[in-house]
């Protein structure tokens, strides 16, 4: 995850070196031709204040998510990535750009709020619990269309892709003998 983060750092720093010639790469409503900025859109942010705020939480809840094992990790991104990507490229304001990693970080917290419950075990509702506890009012309100300069479209569709993503992985129950009396 710290790579992951650093790799966001870079490219911002790039991206402010050209005079922000990469935040074009971003998701344009409803313009297939920019379709590909559904894969490059989490990695692009607009300004390094952008990147600050979704560093943090990405780190904690992408670390939290590693722990299930890099394959199932990079499977629950790459989910989030796409379903997010899409609705953004659906539902966004017109004649818009959407860009940044906070997507993946409302799917994770969704992912993470859902696991628990829907795995049924102890660990995973304590940490569904935590994460609510200290994410939930921020999550709240960043679905919430009260910034215009925010994509809560983004932020919404990252929140449901992650709970999708945690119902679509949900372990099964193992299977128990019958019980006879």
């Not at 990469?22 to 990147?51: E, K, M, N, T, W």
């Not at 094992?69 to 990535?81: E, P």
């Not at 709020?113 to 102890?122: I, Q, W």
């Amino acid at each position: 995850m710290l790579g992951w983060v650093a790799l966001l750092w870079v490219v911002e720093a790039v991206d402010h070196a050209t005079g922000h010639a990469l935040d074009a790469y971003g998701i344009p409503a409803r313009d297939p031709a920019g379709l590909s900025g559904i894969l490059f859109a989490p990695f692009l942010h607009f300004g390094f204040g952008h990147v600050a705020a979704n560093s943090i939480p990405l780190l904690v809840l992408g670390f939290v998510t590693a722990l299930s094992g890099i394959r199932r990790f990079l499977a629950v991104c790459g989910l989030i990535v796409l379903a997010d990507g899409i609705g953004i490229w659906l539902i966004a304001w017109p004649n818009t750009i959407t860009a940044g990693a906070s997507g993946l970080v409302f799917g994770l917290f969704g992912y993470l709020l859902v696991r628990g419950f829907v795995e049924r075990k102890a660990l995973g509702i304590a940490v569904s619990l935590g994460v609510a506890f200290v994410w939930g009012a921020t999550i709240v309100v960043g679905v919430l269309p009260t910034d215009a300069t925010v994509s809560w479209q983004g932020h919404l569709c990252g929140l449901a892709a992650g709970i999708a993503t945690a119902l679509w992985f949900r372990r099964p129950a193992p299977d128990r003998p019958a019980v006879l009396s």
